[in-house]
């Protein structure tokens, strides 16, 4: 056939020998992309698996060229196509430049007010209103001096010395009054901030604190916090549903001066309370959750650890699977 000559299709249809072979070239991109898509998913899959899948599953290669699947998906070449050169101007539009939005500083703040009145001569002025400029600003932490003065008096006729109370204080004859001790515990456990650090800032404020001394307040005010313990204890007990696990902890203790030991925290933790109770003891075993969990009616969650396959036989007691790993033994 030659060049520019008309053919006639099956269904009645005339096109030119050009348009045909346009067609073609258009049928032929399309299968090539429907190959590639199919190389794509394959490979996008086997990615997730390796990112998102469990251990078993995963894998790192450090040749980065492996990641070829190598799926054997035939790749038909692209015909050969006559190519032009293009080139246009196009103006790109102007952005505007947006200001950053300013939340307004919390209502609850103090507020220390300064008003700036003009330089010029205001008499006889009418005010036509006001602009309000505020800036947040913040004075660190300032250490006080309770100072309590008793004054003594005797009592006529030779009746006495009298004087007033002390009020109680957290430390009885300790001069640590109760929002230091707390600023110090929430520093150590919120803020994570060890008791040499709490000393170099008391230093920068000028007071000299010794770091035993941090120690043996910190030691006191956890015996005062000993019956909200005791509280929360008694309220997760109490709880129908429960979470367990236990984490290890390093432990100094006197008759090892240098050297730490292995203790645990055994965690439980009541989804419907949100509360968490911390239960310290110095090993693994199941003397622990027995001891804690004496009396609990309920549902326990735990891992595969076989210190909780105790309760299994404990009346009263349903023991839970954890989901995580029922998934993994699944698998395996």
């Known amino acids: 056939m030659q060049h520019g000559q008309i053919n006639k299709s099956k269904n009645g249809i005339f096109i030119t020998c050009e348009e045909y072979e346009k067609i073609q070239q258009i049928l032929a991109r399309e299968q090539e992309r429907e190959a590639e898509i199919i190389y794509l998913k394959q490979e996008l899959a086997q990615l997730k698996r390796m990112i998102f899948g469990s251990k078993s599953e995963r894998f790192i290669q450090e040749d980065i060229g492996q990641l070829s699947l190598e799926l054997d998906v035939h790749q038909e070449e692209p015909p050969e196509t006559e190519t032009e050169d293009l080139s246009y101007t196009r103006r790109k539009p102007s952005k505007k430049k947006e ?5 307004p500083l919390p209502s609850h703040l103090h507020r220390e007010e300064h008003v700036i009145e003009p330089d010029e001569d205001v008499s006889g002025a009418r005010k036509i209103g006001e602009v309000v400029t505020e800036i947040l600003e913040y004075i660190p932490g300032k250490f006080y001096v309770e100072k309590y003065v008793r004054p003594k008096y005797v009592l006529p006729e ?9 009020p109680s204080f957290p430390i009885p004859k300790g001069n640590a009054g109760a929002g230091l001790l707390s600023h110090i515990l929430i520093s150590k456990y919120v803020d994570h901030l060890p008791f040499y650090r709490q000393v170099q800032q008391f230093k920068r404020a000028d007071i000299t604190i010794a770091e035993s001394t941090l120690n043996g307040w910190f030691s006191a005010a956890c015996r005062l916090m000993d019956p909200l313990y005791e509280k929360l204890k008694e309220k ?16 100094q203790t006197r008759d090892k001066p240098g050297a730490t030991h292995k203790g645990y925290h055994w965690v439980y933790y009541s989804p419907l309370d949100k509360l968490v109770c911390f239960d310290y003891r110095k090993g693994r075993s199941r003397d622990g959750p027995v001891k804690f969990l004496e009396g609990f ?14 309760f299994e036989k404990h ?18």
């Open 99 to 103: 200001s950053p939005v300013r939340l």
């Open 158 to 166: 030779d009746k006495g010395i009298v004087i007033g109370e002390l």
């Open 236 to 251: 997760v007990q109490q709880s129908n549903y429960l979470m367990a696990d236990e984490t290890p902890i390093p432990v």
């Open 297 to 310: 009616r309920g549902s326990v969650q735990t891992d595969g650890y076989s210190a909780y396959n105790i």
């Open 315 to 332: 009346e009263g007691i349903t023991l839970l699977a954890c989901m995580a790993h029922a998934r993994s033994s699944n698998r395996h």
